[in-house]
């Protein structure tokens, strides 16, 4: 019963923090939601809650587990013309093979509020 009636409180501490990091940061505990859902990956979930808990941001992910799987392939043409299809081409050389999953996809950090009005030149309110 002690055993059990710690890891109630250390649930309910672990709970209280999670809601108030919320508040600090609102919106991360949907993405990780979001992650988990289209990653269906304990690893995953562990990993974003473990980046909530330490105040970092969680980022969206791009592509569900399947769809990162997914191969695409891309060729340029005798003209010079880029091609890309999920089919690969036939009677056609140097066809790379890309896994969506492995591709970066890189976004800008959006500026702060203080940023935004330096750069507009108004003063903060």
Do not use: C
């Not at 990653?39 to 995953?44: F, G, I, K």
């Not at 562990?46 to 791009?62: G, T, Y």
């Amino acid at each position: 019963m002690k055993v059990f009636s710690i890891i109630l409180v250390a649930v309910i501490g672990m709970v209280l923090y999670g809601a108030y990091l919320e508040r600090q940061n609102p919106g991360q505990w949907e993405i990780v939601g979001k992650n988990f859902v289209k990653t269906e990956s304990l690893a995953v979930l562990a990993k974003d809650s473990f980046k909530v808990f330490s105040q970092e941001p969680v980022k969206l992910m791009a592509l569900s587990a399947a769809e990162s799987e997914r191969i695409v392939y891309r060729w340029v043409d005798e003209y010079g013309t880029p091609h890309v299809s999920y089919q690969r081409p036939e009677n056609v050389p140097n066809v790379k093979e890309i896994r969506l999953g492995d591709m970066d996809f890189k976004v800008q950090k959006s500026l702060t509020e203080q940023e935004k009005q330096q750069l507009l030149g108004q003063p903060k309110q």
